[in-house]
């Protein structure tokens, strides 16, 4: 009786995080600024909401990732740490002025925009993410805004709102390779779908950049990775990203395993010589990262001195 109940109740075995997985906790002086401000406009940031590992180095460095429509998404994927819900309509319509104010606070030359999914509203809050892409626009000609939206469910109308609000970059994460993509994103999500958003976006101004992340460590085969590779450049995404899955709490997928920075490279390799215009490839490497938007940059700088 004893053992048999022993065997019942053992504890899958975790599996430890590797060292260089561990970073320092946010703080310092800009940190600081940046935190207050943001709660006294009400304004979300994905770094705080999907706790990403590099939101106090960003932070420090005196950029953010700003996300729109609130802090509650009607979607529940099962990798991601952002609140699930239904805000049944709810939006702030000042939040586009007010993202600008931010970004003219914090001096930015390259902002990354994101948002929640918002099935709950009419077209998907579309026109809200357009507005405020305009909006900080026109205060900074200038600035390089990219834009990681939802899927809009693939509605071509609702893309192209975006589109034509003008971000310099369009994200759509594919997030993982096809076979799993039913277990690890809400089933309004898909693979084809993310694909066929990517596409349309260029279809719709051919000069825009595309841009698409991987997580690693959710099970994916590595033929299924390198097709996940064919597939974005078959759809002309210019730009990819790999980074390692964390399980934000017990509720969340389980890491399967822990990739190492040498196989990181290699797919950063692989990717390279695929054609894609810029990889990015680590463990703490996220959609929006610093060394990404860098380069972006220049790259956006010399195709407007060509005009």
Known sequence: ????????????????????????????????????????????????????????????????????????????????????????????????????????????EYVVITSVNRDDLPDHGSEHFARTIRTIKEGDPKLIVEVLTPDFRGNREWVEKIVRAGPHVFAQNIETVERLTRRVRDPRAGYRQTMGVLKMVKEIDPTRYTKSSIMMGLGEEREEIMQTLRDLREVGCDVVTFGQYLQPTKRHLKVERFVSPEEFAEWQKIAEDMGFLYVASGPLVRSSYRAGEFFMKGVIEKSELRK
Request: aromatic share 6%; charged share 25%; with cysteine.
């Open 1 to 108: 009786m004893t053992g048999a109940m022993s065997e019942t109740a053992a504890p899958a075995p975790q599996i430890r995080k590797p060292a260089w997985l561990k970073v320092k906790a946010p703080g310092g002086e800009n940190y600081t600024r940046i935190k207050d401000m943001l709660k006294t406009l009400n304004l979300a940031t994905v770094c705080q909401e999907a706790r990403c590992p590099n939101m106090g180095e960003c932070w420090s460095g005196g950029t953010a990732t700003f996300m729109l429509m609130g802090e509650v998404c009607t979607r529940g994927c099962r990798f991601c740490a952002v609140k699930t819900g239904n805000p049944r309509g709810r939006i702030d319509n000042e939040e586009p002025e007010k993202v600008g104010y931010a970004i003219a606070k914090m001096g930015l």
